[in-house]
């Protein structure tokens, strides 16, 4: 290792507009491990294992939030477009955009702010904050 700091040293902008196009749309993953199962299930008042047969399926990596049929994420509310559970989500939503696959190069940066219209845009995330949720899961 060179030691050298990555393209996005400076730090990068994001102010999320709420609108809810990142938890709908294409099919995809929402990871969930067995803590966050717990904190769910318990904010929903419900059994552990009702709330996994009900709202997660199986991976090939960690368990994932199921979706609706036209691929929303089943928390997001499809009146509002906000979580329904959003003070205990997961930390793949809690860590989005500073996912390793959006950090790679400029390019894959460049790629979620053209879909996310809260990236490139309000305060500065510093190298450190990036770099303490980029740690937090590998998405
Ligand atoms: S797409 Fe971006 S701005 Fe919209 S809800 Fe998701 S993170 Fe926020
Ligand atoms: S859990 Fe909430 S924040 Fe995460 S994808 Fe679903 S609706 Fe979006």
């Not at 559970?85 to 894959?108: A, E, G, H, M, V």
Request: aromatic content about 12%.
């Amino acid at each position: 290792m060179s030691g050298r700091k990555p393209w996005y040293s400076t730090g990068l902008r994001f102010s999320c507009t709420g609108c809810g196009y990142c938890c709908s749309g294409q099919p995809g993953y929402v990871y969930v491990n067995e803590e966050e199962i717990g904190r769910i299930a318990q904010y929903l008042g419900m059994k552990v294992n009702e709330f996994v047969s009900r709202f997660t399926r199986e991976t090939h990596r960690e368990r994932s939030l199921i979706e609706r049929p036209n691929g929303d994420c089943v928390f997001l509310d499809p009146v509002l477009r906000s979580c329904q559970i959003y003070p205990i989500r997961p930390r793949q939503c809690r860590t989005f955009p500073f996912w390793n696959s959006n950090l790679r190069r400029p390019k894959d940066w460049n790629d979620v702010c053209r879909t996310c219209p809260g990236c490139g845009k309000g305060p500065v995330f510093s190298y450190e904050t990036i770099e303490e949720l980029r740690g937090r899961i590998d998405i």
